[in-house]
């Protein structure tokens, strides 16, 4: 299958590149480096360096063989989404090209604005693109989690039978979001589902958890394929954070109490993830939600597994509570399903001590790289 991926220079996006190009499928990337631009604007630098796509490109043809083509492209604009249609002519598109940051989102009025604009324009840009070139062609878009809350009762895969009067239909699950980026997220995918009904778009929409890791089946053959990894308190995900924290010598930042539980998932699951979701499409006018998580922990047991983990490399790992600064439940009742992904083949990676440290010893090579100063959280959501 000919699969596009947009944001392919992401976090998620590389490794997912090369996974699917590993299983055979005709790969193409598109990103503008709005990622690594936006870093230098918060002076929050990567892990490690990473290479341009086009030298990604170029290293995994010598590893693997294989092609992979890449579009530096601002996928806003309409005719530069348009124009990759064009060239690649894609049957499966996966949809990562987001600015995918709580804290960024909530950072000022001008960080609001291009979460909004560019998350929403990526979407609509996409809808129409598959529209004009690739109406058979099916869409598989990352979602969150975060989109569902915290709410008190159980988070069903996507869509809710509601009974109501004696009548009963069919809804999407009540979201209710936390910040302003996944506001956007919960847009997206009601704009998809606008499109999915009336065009008839196949859409699978992976409400997925915190990803963790830096280890993919592909990323082994070479370091220059790693994926592009923060650890800052506004680009980094928390348990990436909590590794670099730990093998830095630096204390693991609890925010408020740590009872906050949400799902998590290895990297490497992620990527299987998608790659079922591609050969498994939805049908044409369907938006099929998967939950895409494995583990569901609190913040304060994540602490607690990297500080464990840590004492068998030998590290004292302290855990500091920090005042909370975002907005929300610091315990609370947490209950999603997820067995829709498990059902189409997926076998969890889980988080043991073993997988923890296994990732402390990759970033553990890069442990004097570390600037402590942007492990603070310094955006508030007041
Ligand atoms: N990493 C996680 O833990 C996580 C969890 C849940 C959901 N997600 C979702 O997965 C997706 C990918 O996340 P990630 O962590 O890889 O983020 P990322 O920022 O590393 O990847 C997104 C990529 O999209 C690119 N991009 C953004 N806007 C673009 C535009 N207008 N034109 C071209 N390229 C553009 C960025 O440059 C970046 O390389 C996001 O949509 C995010 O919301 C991620």
Known sequence: MRVLILGGDGYLGWPTAMHLSAQ???????????????????????????????????LWKEVSGRDIASFVRDLRVYEEMAEVFREFRPEGVVHYAEQPSAPYSMLDRKAARLTLDNNLQT?????????????SAQIVKLGTMGEYGTP??????????????????????????????????????????????????????????PVYGIVTDQTERHPGLRPFFN????????????????????????????????????????????HLAVENPAA?????????????????????????????????????????????????????????????????????????VELMGVVGEFADHVDPRVLRPEVSWK
């Open 284 to 356: 044409p006018g369907e938006l099929r939600v998967f939950n895409q998580y494995t583990e569901t922990f609190s913040v304060l047991e994540l602490a607690e597994r990297v500080r464990r983990a840590g004492s068998r490399l030998g590290l004292d790992v302290a855990v500091e509570h920090l005042d909370n600064p975002r907005t929300e439940a610091e315990s609370h009742y947490y209950n999603p399903a997820h067995s829709g992904l498990t059902n189409l083949g997926l076998v969890p990676h889980l988080l043991d001590e073993d997988a923890l």
């Open 152 to 209: 008190n009762i159980d988070i069903e895969e996507g869509w809710i039978d509601i009974e109501h009067k004696g009548r009963s239909d069919r809804f999407l699950f009540p979201r209710q979001a936390g910040s302003l980026y996944h506001t956007t997220k919960i847009m997206d995918t009601d704009m998809l589902w606008l499109y999915a009904r009336l065009w008839g778009l196949a859409v699978t929409d992976l409400m997925q958890g």
């Open 24 to 58: 055979g499928h005709e790969t193409a990337v598109a990103d503008n480096y709005l990622r690594r631009n936006l870093c230098r604007e918060v002076d929050a630098p990567a892990l490690y360096p990473v290479p341009t796509l086009s030298a990604r490109c170029r």
């Open 231 to 274: 650890y800052d308190a506004v680009f980094g995900t928390v348990l990436n954070r909590f590794v670099v924290q730990a093998v830095s010598g630096c204390p693991l930042t609890v925010y408020g109490k740590g009872g906050q539980t949400r799902g998590y998932i290895n990297i490497r699951d992620t990527l299987e993830c998608v």
């Open 123 to 135: 979407t609509l840009n996409l809808v129409y693109a598959v529209r004009e070139f690739a109406p």
